[in-house]
């Protein structure tokens, strides 16, 4: 019994491209992404991208958001109460921090903003903070405060500024209290 199989295509080609292109088995490439973290059956952060690079490593695996991250942490009646917007980010496995970098702008529900260059979330303690230099605007409030160095819940309900503060704020708060 004779059999012959003839194929037309030009899927050589394409499998030949994409080998040239040098691929890399260890990483992988997604766009337009969307990650949701939960506990005990609860939302707790959605990660919001539209480039993620998963570079696989058995001791060290990290996710890379070169253009762009927007994080939206919920509170536990699972409405966003603050974000995190930056130019890039890397998301580590091994110590669950995320490092955003670029134009960082944190900002919570009450309208109150910081701005820094880079600032780290430690998903495993839940807080935020940065050694650089921040800015923080309370709008409401009519207050600016800028210092090094930064530290505050996921929430940005409780934060504190570490050094050299310095910054603009509203005396009729202090004012009305007497």
Request: with cysteine.
């Given at each position: ?154 929430e940005f309900t409780r ?20």
């Amino acid at each position: 019994m004779l059999s012959t199989i003839v194929a037309c295509s030009n899927k050589v080609e394409d499998i030949d491209e994409l080998l040239a292109e040098g691929l890399d088995a260890k990483v992988e490439k997604g766009y337009n992404i969307r990650i949701i973290y939960s506990d005990s059956a609860q939302i707790k952060l959605v990660v919001n991208a539209p480039v993620m690079e998963r570079y696989v490593d058995y001791s060290n695996s990290k996710d890379v958001f070169p253009k762009g991250i927007l994080l939206e942490f919920m509170g536990d009646d699972q409405k966003i109460n603050s974000w995190l917007k930056a130019e890039s980010a890397i998301s580590e496995a091994r110590t669950q921090k995320i490092t955003a970098k670029g134009n960082v702008v944190f900002y919570n529900e009450k309208n109150e903003k910081l701005e820094t260059p880079e600032l780290i979330f430690d998903q495993k303690d839940r807080i935020v903070y940065t050694d650089k230099l921040v800015r923080i605007t309370q709008a409401e409030k009519g207050d600016t405060t800028y210092g090094f160095g930064f530290k505050a819940n996921q929430e940005f309900t409780r934060f504190e500024i570490v050094k050299k503060v310095q910054g603009k704020i509203n005396v009729s708060d202090f004012v009305n209290k007497f």
